[in-house]
């Protein structure tokens, strides 16, 4: 039945390093930079200060893209990526506050992923946050949070399986939660000619997110501005979006603080991404659906398009602020979830 099959569609989040940008500056925690003019934030510039570089860029991706391609400064680019895992790493989200990564988890439900091209781990500590949050409400987890989210670029924390290609966190077990093998470190994928086992893993990725976007009802690009390294990735998305049977009825929302026209030139022009007009722009996560309509997005989408309710009105019960306390999520997120939990028994 049509009606229910829209309501089953999954919501697809794609995140990339603005989306890291807007969780650490809402805390005022020091968080990772954006490729733009990442090599002086991270002070990592000493590193490639004699490097002879044509490109004036100051976007890592550029800075890197032209280092590969000097063998004689082999020892740079490998210090280069040493370092900027170093500097990943020492970023983190604190457990006493609510992370807008871990909005982004609680808004969404089993049937929903997460995508993410980020390299830093903070998406998965929120995820972890998020767990041990449920359990205190005595939440089964496992019943409505979403997949483990997908790291497109790899990440330290990640254990990869190679047979069944699933990933877990490395700390959890050592075994594929799947297939029981062992799992391998997960590659971090650089701005460059991937290697067999990074293409491996890219791969694998890539068959999973086009997979879910071939039946995706609604997707949230946050933060994601699309890099020249990933175009190839992103065309081969949009090329399986697009025969979605629900393409010309899916919605498309970015959250980005670049102007509407810079952002619909990315989607729609450059990656044909966007169908027509159904698509809005968000330069915070509070304004966009997931936000106001957490749990509920596709549902509320799908009443409009079948019923023709006002999409557009305030959802009843939730006022959500980048910062909410402990008892505003409590507010906002349980009933919705009892209501899950109940409808399932
Ligand atoms: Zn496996």
Known sequence: MIEEDYRKAPHVVI????SSAAT????SIPGPSV????LEKAQLSSIIEKVPLKTTSKNFEDIYAELCTLPEYARELSELEQKTLEYIKQFHLPNDKISIYEQLILSLTPKDYIFSFNWDNLLLEAYKNVKQRLFQWNVPFTSVMPPLPSLVHGCADLGFCLKCHTCDLKIKRSHCPQCNEILKDCPIVWPKEPKNYSQFYIDSQLSKMQEVLAKAQFVTIFGFGGAKSDSTLIKALSNAFRPNGRYNVAEVE????KSKEEVLKTWKQDFD?????HFKVFSSFKDCTLAKWPRRSVENFADFMLFNTTFNAPAPTVSITETPSTSEILRIYLPLIREELSNAR
């Open 24 to 27: 650490t500056n809402a805390l």
């Open 254 to 257: 970015v959250i980005d603080i």
């Open 15 to 18: 995140l990339g390093a603005g």
């Open 35 to 38: 490729m733009e003019g990442f």
């Open 273 to 277: 991404f966007i169908c027509q007009d």
